[in-house]
């Protein structure tokens, strides 16, 4: 099937720009694959694509998602419905079982103990504030990074109790009929070294005077020249602040502050729908059960009684 290029940026503005990026890299193993057999990419046959999984089973270690994905982005330019064709979906639940897709984590670290760090930590450079600001946002919302960096002043509406953020851009879950995220912030007045919304204030004084009409985002980087910081900046920052704080980020990354806070919130008693809509999962989402809900890591606890008899 032929497309006019101006049809084809249209279906692409479908995709984010993530998901753009993953599916180019099942293009770079299909297009030189069909180059080989003499066939049209764009007129793959679900026979075609098995070859081609199989292929790549038989020569790559990924588990099933990545082979499911090759699938979704096949589907995109190809003739046929890839998703509903029996043999095929037949085929992948053999993959399924023979590289089962596994979450990242089997456990997570406890978040009072960045917390704890947290506490502590001298508020005496912007790049102690901006860290501390960007943590604290992880852990107490459990969305991604992604939302954090398209935070922008103009959304940012303060109220006596605290703050509440919309974010207009769109991110990884935005869709037809879904509503986009809205932090809630509200001042922790039992502890207001732990309070977000504290930090969140005092970091707009701290930014203020470094801002200009084009730095419309909320946080900026902290050396000069001030730009904005884009979302690995915002990542990094939150993996320095868990190796601080103890965490061996050499297994645990910034993103695993989700699976962390919405752990200890459950084992907390938190309502699993709080934990949804509060995260940006939908009602029915299994993600959280089947990814995110881990228990906390309890390393060394028997040594240590054991040394402390």
Known sequence: M???NNVVETILKSLSEATVKQYGATYKRWLPFCADRGVN???G???LVMSFLQHLFDTEENAYGTFNSHRSALSLITSTDLSIHPVLCRFLKGIAKLRPSRPRYNVVWDPQVVLAYLERLAMDS????SEKLITLLALTTAHRIQTFSLIRIENIIESGNGFQILIEDKIKTSG????QPCLHLPYFTENPK???ATALKQYLTATKGRRTSVRDFLFLTYKKPYRTASKQS???WVKDTLEEAGIDTRIFKAHSTRHASTSKAFDLGVPLEVIRQTAGWSTNSKTFCQFYNRPISQVG???KAILSL
């Not at 912007?126 to 504030?129: R, S, T, V, W």
């Not at 037809?176 to 509503?179: A, E, K, L």
């Open 126 to 129: 912007l790049k102690a504030l």
């Open 301 to 303: 606890t028997l040594s």
């Open 45 to 47: 046959t679900p026979s």
């Open 176 to 179: 037809i009929g879904r509503t």
């Open 2 to 4: 032929s497309l006019p």
């Open 41 to 43: 990419p764009y007129e």
């Open 194 to 196: 732990l309070s977000v």
């Open 234 to 236: 915002l990542s990094r």
